[in-house]
């Protein structure tokens, strides 16, 4: 949605999967013989076409952490924040990281958003 529309405020993703082709073909429903198929649904691709702010997030512990860290190297889009979040996995970073994302959204409005994220908010749920 991001690179596609300038309607959203900000988009949010976690998880990220850079390049689709990585991905079992029995998980995916569309021909994975055509290249064509596999770049058009390859994020890392795309990188440069996102128009509105876009915040990545994953756990640094387990999941698709590389992924996160491939896309950052790889764009020089200024409207992409990515976050490994420390103490996290690909699935405990989800509830602590969407309330707070949340928050900031009722907070958010102004003429444009300005929503932003800090390393120490992102990791203070997981900090042991």
Known sequence: MAASSDRFRAVFSFGPADDVAGYDPKFLPFDTSDRRELELRSPIR???SIRVPVFVF???EWGNVDSLRAMERASINPKIRF???KGADH???LAPTTRL???KILRDDGQTT????TEE???R????
């Open 46 to 48: 795309w990188l440069h």
């Open 58 to 60: 994953e756990g640094a």
């Open 83 to 85: 976050h490994p979040v």
């Open 91 to 93: 699935v405990t970073v």
């Open 101 to 103: 994302i949340a928050g």
């Open 114 to 117: 300005n929503i932003a994220f």
């Open 121 to 123: 908010e992102l990791n």
């Open 125 to 128: 749920p997981f900090a042991k």
